[in-house]
T-cell receptor
Framework: QKEVEQDPGPLSVPEGAIVSLNCTYS??????FMWYRQYSRKGPELLMY????GNKEDGRFTAQVDKSSKYISLFIRDSQPSDSATYLC???????????FGTGTSLTVIP | GAVVSQHPSWVICKSGTSVKIECRSL??????MFWYRQFPKQSLMLMAT?????????EQGVEKDKFLINHASLTLSTLTVTSAHPEDSSFYIC???????????FGPGTRLLVL
């Protein structure tokens, strides 16, 4: 079983839609949860990070962590064509530890 | 802030040659740098972790004599692919972390093609 599971998609939505991206994980000791956005042929860009359970909002993006279910989500409101990218979830046990990445979900927002 | 650069952005080389990729943290001191490899439509595969001034820690299955990592300063780490072969063709990405910060900042990646 992989440490982190993420549906690779592809996911295609119309412009303006709400997008929900999810990851599940097996190690209950994970404490730090990150979402990265990666455009084609570019390095990942940090979007959101959260510590432990709860929600965090930044503009059109909301990250949720449910540690009891070992499930994290990233919501994108009012999606734009520029949001078209691959979204990677990542998590770590503690500061200074390695990251465990999901395989990434490919998202296309259609104008 | 938190900008990481990589050079070169892409490189084509002949089989058997060595290629050096540089990773620099431009506006912060990176006590730890990571090197990843990414195949098309796949996630990042951690190759090694390097701390400034010490030897890199390689992940299982990664040949340390083939992928030489040097982290000589708090702003620079290099990955040298020695005696490159076509199967080494990939997208190599570095990331850097400040102290024990919880996040990593990624470079733009280097695309290597070995002919």
């Amino acid at each position: 079983q992989k440490e982190v599971e993420q549906d690779p998609g592809p996911l295609s939505v119309p412009e303006g839609a709400i997008v929900s991206l999810n990851c599940t994980y097996s190690n209950s000791a994970f404490q730090y949860f990150m979402w990265y956005r990666q455009y084609s042929r570019k390095g990942p860009e940090l979007l959101m990070y959260t510590y432990s359970s709860g929600n965090k909002e930044d503009g059109r993006f909301t990250a949720q962590v449910d540690k009891s279910s070992k499930y994290i989500s990233l919501f994108i409101r009012d999606s734009q064509p520029s949001d078209s990218a691959t979204y990677l979830c990542a998590m770590s046990l503690d500061t200074g530890n390695q990251f465990y990445f999901g395989t990434g979900t490919s998202l296309t927002v259609i104008p | 802030g938190a900008v990481v650069s990589q050079h070169p952005s892409w490189v084509i080389c002949k089989s058997g040659t060595s290629v050096k990729i540089e990773c620099r943290s431009l506006d912060f001191q990176a006590t730890t740098m990571f090197w990843y490899r990414q195949f098309p439509k796949q996630s990042l595969m951690l190759m090694a972790t390097s701390n400034e001034g010490s030897k890199a820690t390689y992940e299982q299955g990664v040949e340390k004599d083939k992928f030489l990592i040097n982290h000589a300063s708090l702003t620079l780490s290099t990955l040298t692919v020695t005696s490159a072969h076509p199967e080494d063709s990939s997208f190599y990405i570095c990331s850097a972390r400040m102290g024990t910060a919880e996040t990593q900042y990624f470079g733009p990646g280097t695309r290597l093609l070995v002919l």
